[in-house]
């Protein structure tokens, strides 16, 4: 959706500050909760209570998303977009539009993913400085038993 087509919806329709702020963020791509909620400064609940509310009026839709990172993280999300003009007149959702979307939401994922990634590695480093060294459980003992 272009800028015109953006702001043309928002001049139509009859949605809340906080919704129209989703919209915008919507409007440069799909997204997922958490980033939705991060852009538009609302809590995720605010954020998904409102998606709801505007997946019934006819402006969102979502699906289930599965991101890959290598073998070990798999993360579902749940995505968002905005429907197109054709999908609201037609009242139905175009499947290959939200699949054709997947690179942009996947490279969203994937920074946040990797910025998660460092903050954890941090933590835990600062975690082992603050842990005091262990005694080990055995005793080594340096006499020979004859």
């Known amino acids: 959706m ?4 953006l702001e043309e919806l928002k001049k139509s329709a009859r949605l809340t500050a906080v919704q129209m702020r989703i919209l915008g963020v919507l409007g440069s791509g799909p997204s997922y909760v958490a980033a939705i909620a991060e852009a538009a400064q609302v809590s995720e609940e605010t954020a998904r209570r409102n998606l709801m509310t505007m997946k019934t009026l006819g402006y969102v839709t979502n699906w289930t998303h599965t991101f890959h990172e290598g073998t070990l993280h798999n993360i579902a999300v749940s995505a968002w977009r905005l ?3 054709q999908e609201r007149s037609q009242g139905r959702v175009d499947p290959n539009r939200s699949r054709r979307s997947l690179k942009t939401l996947d490279n969203k994922i994937r920074f946040r993913f ?8 941090i933590m835990k480093e600062a975690a082992e400085k603050d842990r005091p060294a262990q005694k080990s459980a055995g005793v080594i003992s340096t006499s020979h038993a004859e």
């Open 2 to 5: 272009n800028g015109s087509e």
């Open 83 to 85: 429907l197109t003009d």
């Open 114 to 121: 990797s910025r998660t990634l460092e903050l954890h590695q």
